[in-house]
């Protein structure tokens, strides 16, 4: 009687979403600890970890190729396959929060700039002009 094997692809699979987050977790820990200037670096500390949250996946990724190299994926594999593949979507939420931070840097640097003057019409057809209603409110 053949003793079963270990699927590794199915492991890998289970394990990647687990291991991506702890694996971001340390590498953005790691690299904060290291910077000299933390509010300049932030974006490439987290797309360092970003890159590295990838990694669970990209070697469950290469065990299947291995695997179907060898014979063919089973249904476990395959399993594992999409749970890896479904892990690569929580590189998704640092990327987001990274755009956020960018928009808010970006928001805050405009803070006291003056906008430029403009004019629109109304619902009613009048013409309304930006330094007019600035010389309102002053």
């Avoid at 953005?28 to 670096?41: A, F, K, N, P």
């Avoid at 987001?96 to 808010?104: A, E, K, N, T, V």
């Amino acid at each position: 009687m053949e003793r079963p094997t270990l699927n590794r692809v199915f492991v890998a699979g289970i394990v990647s979403p687990f291991a991506a987050v702890l694996i971001y977790g340390l590498v953005y820990s790691l690299l904060t600890s290291l910077s000299r200037d933390v509010e300049r670096d932030w974006g490439f500390r987290l797309f360092i970890a970003a890159v590295a949250m990838a990694l669970p996946s990209v070697l469950a990724f290469v065990l299947a190729v291995r695997q179907s190299r060898q014979k063919k994926l089973t249904m476990l594999s395959r399993i594992g396959l999409v749970i890896a593949t479904l892990t690569l979507d929580l590189v998704a939420k640092p990327a987001h929060d990274g755009i956020l931070r960018s928009r808010q840097e970006r928001n805050m640097s405009l803070h006291d700039v003056a906008a430029p003057p403009f004019e629109t019409t109304d619902i009613a057809g009048r013409v309304q002009r930006l330094s007019a209603r600035k010389a309102r409110s002053c």
